[in-house]
């Protein structure tokens, strides 16, 4: 095999030498070298070119469609068409996906009730004048608002309206108030008792849920910076590295501003 033109001239050189030592004439043999010659050298172009018109350069796509039986093939059928009309170079595979289950379309859990979820931050707000307090907590909120002064039964959360009703009517000596501020922890029941305003437990809403909870504490902190809520006593639970200015208003959510 001669890889350059000059040993491929060496060669034809040589079988002329050795044709006419044989008593070839010098015209036979040139004429048989370029017959030779032109074959190899069209044999060479057909495997180039051959690639360029032949199947396998179309660029194959794959297309996932539902399967509905007679709906499906037509479908299947229109896209080919008009495929080969518009895009010839395409090959388009089709493969067809089972429609759902039918247990998929129906709810077999019920939701889990709001007051029985944990690891959320939380809002609650005054039915009265509007005030907010967000928390957050890892137990279930239930439990939270419980500590809160959330009442345990309907008939304690009408004992405690009537107490309420009745500490604001007999104006209570300073004192009295005093000591039991002193023994309340939650701001949100201390508003109650000094305002004698009434809180919805029932309408308090979850703002994000977060199961670890160093991220939990700065949902908080992040949501108490950009609302501001009157109720609490402190403006956030842990530094705000990465937000040291609060969150952006767009990212806020919009579970406040529909209240």
């Known amino acids: 095999i001669c890889s350059t033109y000059t040993s491929l001239a060496a060669e ?8 006419l030592l044989n008593g070839y004439t010098s015209s036979f043999i040139d004429t048989i070298i370029g017959i030779k010659l032109s074959q190899y050298r069209k044999k060479n172009n057909d495997v180039i070119q051959s690639p360029q018109t032949g199947y396998d350069v179309k660029k194959r796509m ?7 039986e007679n709906a499906t093939k037509e479908f299947r059928n229109n896209i080919t068409h008009i495929c080969n009309k518009l895009r010839p170079d395409l090959d388009i595979q089709f493969f067809m996906k089972s429609p759902p289950a039918v247990q ?11 007051k029985m979820k944990s690891d959320v931050v939380y809002s609650i707000k005054c039915t009265q004048c509007q ?7 890892e137990r279930q909120c239930i ?34 108030v005093e000591l039991r501020r002193s023994e309340i922890t939650s ?13 919805n437990w029932d309408n308090f809403r979850i ?3 977060d199961n670890h909870y160093y991220r ?10 950009a609302y501001e809520p009157e109720l609490n006593r402190t403006t956030r639970s842990v530094p705000l590295i990465v937000f040291p200015d609060g969150l952006q208003q767009e990212l806020l959510h919009k579970q406040f501003d529909n209240d």
């Open 216 to 225: 939990l504490l700065i949902k908080e902190s992040l949501l108490i910076k």
């Open 131 to 137: 005030h907010s307090y967000i928390g957050k907590t």
């Open 62 to 68: 794959y297309v996932e469609i539902p399967f509905i």
């Open 207 to 209: 703002v994000m849920q």
């Open 143 to 176: 439990k939270r608002l419980h500590e809160h002064g959330a009442p345990k039964s309907s008939s304690q959360q009408e004992q405690q309206h009537s107490k309420q009703q009745d500490d604001n009517c007999t104006h209570q000596s300073n004192n009295i």
């Open 187 to 199: 701001a949100v029941q201390q508003h109650q008792i000094e305002t004698g305003h009434q809180i």
């Open 12 to 19: 034809f050189n040589e079988i002329r030498r050795i044709g």
């Open 104 to 114: 998929m379309l129906y709810q077999t859990e019920d939701p889990i009730n709001k």
